[in-house]
């Protein structure tokens, strides 16, 4: 099934055809209009050099302002090999659509709402036949099911012309589009985008990079490189000064000799000022009781630093290197590489 871009937005254009297997562009001149395009003609000619194929409107009452539209077009230098020429079904439509084809062009009648309408492009040799999808739903009519007719009549009866599932408004059109077995489908470029999107797909992938990064990254890599040492002689109030410089949760304390004695936390902090009141702010560190600290070594992946915070429900690890602290891993600092 062919994938067409509905769009007259450069930025949008850009970006669709980077997937490298888009069949073209369909443009409209209600797009333009919207978009405030000026210099039709200039327009199209830009198009043209960005896409493979580019399907434009050659717009006339009769048929033979339809005919003196399209070869206007090519007047101007559109590419007769790359060119589609979107033609409005109807009587004077489908007689120049069997004019230009029989000149090797190639031919869309759209805005087609009805079967008859499908059977006379095909008879005329139209390249795409295009029913539109949203606009019939929004009058109420069974769109999908014309669709469908549309594409049996091309089977049935050995058609070279290709039904195009168009007026998509919604991912599930274009699940419909390839249940159907339409052979092409144009769609805007918020709905191309949507084409890839799942949640479970989104959450399952972010799992994925979650536990490689936990394999495959050390400890080291993850820490901040402020290490928020300070000595046991410190007293509390410097002691929360120094916390709130770090921009930690904690500090590691160690001795003169700088051999590590445990870590204080703000948890730590509060548990202290509940039982001693604004006595506790009179202390030093080295009044402290600190059990054996809990650390991982800079060494290590972080998946063990990750078993490691939920064997011991801490908020902080001690990083070593060489049986000396050389930083702090918290636990928000896991969560936001990961």
Known sequence: MELYLDSVDLNEIRAGFELGFLTGLTTTPTFMHRHGVTDIDGMILQLQKMVPILQVEALGRKADDIYAEAHRLLDIGVDPQKTVFKIPVSWDGVKVCKTLVNEGLMVNVHLVY???QAYMALEAGATYVCPLVGRLQDQGHDALALVEQCVDCVERYGYL????FSS??????????????????????????QLTENNFTTIGTE????????????????????NPLVTA????????????????????????????????????????????????????????????????????LLNEAHQTFCKSHVDTLIVMENDKPIGILDIQDLNENT
Request: zero cysteines.
């Open 114 to 116: 009805t079967l008859q």
């Open 161 to 164: 012309g290709k039904i195009m």
């Open 168 to 193: 998509v408004r919604n991912a599930e059109h274009v699940r419909n589009a390839v249940n159907i077995g339409v052979h092409t489908v144009t769609v805007p470029y918020k709905i191309l985008k």
């Open 207 to 226: 799992q994925f990079f979650e536990h490689t990064h936990l394999m495959t990254v050390k400890v080291r890599d993850v820490i901040r490189p402020i």
């Open 233 to 300: 002689d410190t007293n509390l109030t410097e002691t929360i000064v120094k916390m709130t410089e770090f921009g930690f949760g904690g500090v590691t304390v160690v001795d003169k000799n700088n051999k590590l004695l445990g870590a204080f936390t703000d948890g730590d902090l509060r548990r202290l000022i509940q039982t001693d009141g604004r006595d506790a702010l009179k202390k030093t560190l080295a009044d402290m009781q600190y059990k054996e600290p809990i650390t991982v070594n800079a060494d290590a």
